[in-house]
């Protein structure tokens, strides 16, 4: 009730007329218990009696939170808009502007951000790139391992393709064990 936005005399009153508890107290001796609850409560743990439409959809806005990924797309927007200014400043005085280097280098960082955010969220994978393996003599690496498959996996850029995607899944397993083991340890020192 308190925390609903009661006053400690309609709380006072409540307790000794409706749940005819405390009678052998005042009403002041049970206001000023209260009043003490009051201030013990955490600032938070108040809330108004009336709440306006205002007020509810800023709560429910806190609530959800901030789109984070949304506002670095909107930064990354502000800041090419701000390069562009600074690009076309250049080109109209012929000479470059020492600070443009600094505003691309705040937009690879919001650039970086997004795309951190992004694989947390699973939203996107970490893109490394493909390995291409070129050689130029499979028949050698084949009779170093005492085999001509290898040197046949090699020399063709699907098979290659395969292998680099099996080791890749082998490393991902690898470290989900690595990470296994060692939430395991940690839990068994706790």
Request: hydrophobic fraction near 40%; charged fraction near 30%.
């Amino acid at each position: 009730m308190i925390c609903s936005g009661w006053t400690t005399a309609e709380v006072a009153s409540y307790i000794q007329e409706q749940r005819r508890e405390m009678l052998d107290q005042t009403p002041a001796s049970i206001e000023w218990q209260l009043s003490q609850y009051r201030t013990a409560l955490p600032p938070g743990a108040l809330t108004p009696i009336q709440r306006t439409p205002t007020y509810k959809k800023a709560v429910a806005k806190i609530k959800r939170g901030i789109d984070e990924l949304a506002e670095l797309e909107k930064l990354y927007e502000l800041q090419m808009q701000r390069i562009t200014i600074d690009f076309e400043t250049e080109k109209k005085i012929n000479k470059l502007m020492p600070t443009m280097t600094r505003e691309i280098k705040c937009a690879r960082d919001i650039l970086v951000s997004m795309a951190e955010l992004k694989m947390d969220l699973g939203l996107d994978e970490r893109h490394l790139g493909k390995l291409d393996v070129g050689l130029e003599a499979p028949e050698e690496l084949a009779a170093r391992f005492g085999k001509p498959l290898v040197g046949q996996v090699l020399q063709n850029a699907e098979s290659r393709q395969k292998l680099l995607a099996l080791v890749d899944k082998f490393a991902k397993v690898q470290q989900a064990k690595t990470i296994i083991e060692v939430e395991g340890t940690e839990s068994d020192r706790d």
